[in-house]
């Protein structure tokens, strides 16, 4: 299998759903000439034209809900926000259009839109530029959230996303671009609602999404080397959130920690944690921690932003921790 | 359909030509002393040189970012000039010009810039608010303040005026628009002041606004100028006859500086990517401060003697903003939870005090958090 980044790996997945369907085009700041800030639609404006990659001012609430429309009337919009934190410009036509034009249309219209955009700090990007509000999407019925942290489900994902009726808010993290991964040749569809387990262990569950689910298989590789199995489950979906895979995995391990990338209060951790008391109480040896960004604004110096940021180091004594708790000797 | 909506194009609101030479305008009175027009070349060249410091800076690792107003030297001093001490200007990010004008330390400036503190002035010591990052919500910011001033009774001919800069780019957001009608249907003393420097990061002017920028004011009710954007001496007239306008309670006035952006967008940005050399040197030949040491020269208001002196003082200044930049000291990671809340809050009080045993709990870590 080829080994590609996870920026290629989504250029190529819309370049590929652009030649198969000719309803699908792309909407969004700086991704024609500029080719994207992040260059995810780099040469897509030269091999599509115009009318296929479209360049628009700086007016989210305007091109997404332009979007929004091309969408209730057959067409595939893909529409690039630069980052996250600017589709809060946009939330009355993602919250209270997109999400709920196919209910109260009366099922008559669905909007088969795809939201592209990266959150994430690390960057230095400072306090307005380096969010994770994904939770204010996952929030909402009618929405679907997907989070993939590997080349090869970002493919997998766009791909359904993109294929899919409802609007998909495609969660990117500005950490992940650069990182690579093996992708198959062949077209994967991948399913919107499902987890997966992607290292299996014994001793605890850890459980991340985008790039938290890629710090948590690092962690668990570190761990392996002190002995410590560490089961890891990668979310990919935010809504639908695929509870019964974490359930199960908590039912084998006995405790969990979840590694979020967003705030602690009222975080997509604290569904989680919810979930697992929910479905596997008689089997939890320790409380389910969670271990996420402190809950400031985030710096833009450097040391300050490491500082507020969820680390591997972070995550792995919050490990030792729980799993002394239940009893064993780390750390 | 016909393009008749759309008026002409207007000749530019323009006191001295590229060429150097004063041209009055019946309209906008000024009269360039010879004082004030030789302090007005200084700040442009003292802005200028501090600008390219801090893109040096920012290529050697010593600033996270940096918005050059390469190009925009004299909409900003020219504006900012016309502010009476009790105005108050809320800027975006790049108006660096106004900040030299408003008293705001270079030093100041550029701990923002290197992120070593979230605030860097003190707004009401200078009149002067915090730059706003996201594009454009500034401008309701001024409004909102200027409506204050209303509030407040502060109108007259000693009374205070607001003004509010923000790019062709910002024009194209809600909250600008929604400013502009805001500050029309409530008489707010407010000047929008919007460089229109022809480039939003790659996207042209002609793919954001069909019509020209100034002409939206008078869809709104107000009234919109456009002023030739690289001649201060314009820059400075229009702006201060839009303040008194503002200041004397009839309202606010748009006026659109038309310049042009040198440099990239940010440190970040590579402007060779969308647009070509040829448009840049045609620009070239419009620069700000070219046309005004013209002007000084071909009046005979200023000699090589002026002109060394203002240059060795912008190499001083140069060498101090490297020096005070340098020597900014880095915060420690505790200050995280600092400027959370003004008030007290338990919650981050125990996540402070968590994260504080946290960073002790490393090798020789005495001292490391404070």
Known sequence: ?331 | MSDSTVREEPELIQLLTPDGEYVPHPDYPFEPATAQVRDLYRDLVLVRRLDAEAVALQRQGELGLWASLLGQEAAQIGSARALEPQDMAFPSYREHGVAWCRGVRPRDLLAMFRGVTNGGWDPYEHNFHLYTIVIGSQTLHATGYAMGVQRDGALGEDGTAVITYFGDGATSQGDTNEAFNYAAVNNAPVVFFCQNNQWAISEPNDRQSKAPIYQRAAGFGFPGIRVDGNDVFACLAVTRKALQHAREGQGPTLIEAFTYRMGAHTTSDDPTRYRTSAEIEEWRRKDPIARLRAYLVREGKADDGFFDAVEAEAEKLGEQVRAECRALPDPAPLDIFREVYAEPHRELDRQRAEFADYLASFEGAEGAAR
Not at chain 1, 56 to 82: D, N, Y
Not at chain 1, 323 to 330: E, F, I, K, Q, W
Request: charged share 25%; hydrophobic share 45%; aromatic share 6%.
């Open chain 1, 1 to 331: 299998m080829p080994v590609i980044t996870y920026r290629q790996a989504l250029r190529d997945t819309l370049r590929a759903e652009m030649h198969r369907d000719e309803n699908v085009f792309l909407m969004g700041e700086e991704i024609g000439v500029f080719e994207g800030s992040y260059k995810i639609t780099e040469g897509l404006l030269k091999e599509f034209g115009e009318r296929r990659v479209r360049d628009t001012p700086i007016a989210e609430e305007g091109f997404v809900g332009a979007a929004v429309g091309a969408a209730m009337l057959g067409l595939r919009p893909v529409v690039e926000i630069m980052t996250i934190n600017f589709s809060l410009l946009a939330l009355d036509q993602i919250v209270n259009h997109a999400a709920k034009i196919y209910g109260m249309f009366g099922g008559q219209n669905s909007v088969p839109m795809v939201i592209r955009t990266p959150g994430g700090g690390g960057q230095q990007l400072g306090a307005t530029h380096s969010q994770n509000v994904e939770l204010y999407y996952a929030f909402v019925p009618g929405l679907k959230v997907v989070a993939p942290s590997t080349p090869a489900d970002a493919a997998a994902l766009l791909r359904a996303a993109i294929r899919d009726d409802d609007p998909v808010l495609f969660l990117e993290n500005l950490g992940l671009y650069n990182t690579k991964g093996e992708v198959p040749d062949e077209e994967v569809v991948g399913e919107i609602g499902r987890a997966a387990v992607v290292r299996e262990g014994t001793d605890i569950t850890l459980v991340g999404y985008s790039r938290m689910a890629m710090i948590a298989t690092q962690v668990a590789d570190r761990l392996a080397e002190e002995g410590i199995s560490v089961e890891v489950v990668d979310l990919r979906s935010l809504r639908p959130l695929d509870r019964e895979t974490i359930v199960n995995s908590v039912k084998k391990t006995g405790c969990a920690v979840v590694a979020e990338d967003d705030w602690l209060t009222y975080g997509i951790g604290a569904e989680i944690a919810a979930s697992i008391q929910e479905g596997a109480f008689d089997y939890l040896d320790a409380p389910v921690r969670r271990v996420a960004m402190a809950e400031v604004p985030l710096p833009y110096a450097k040391p300050l932003e490491n500082a507020a940021l969820p680390s591997a180091e972070s995550v792995t004594t919050v490990i030792y921790e729980t799993l002394r708790a239940v009893g064993r000797r780390v750390g």
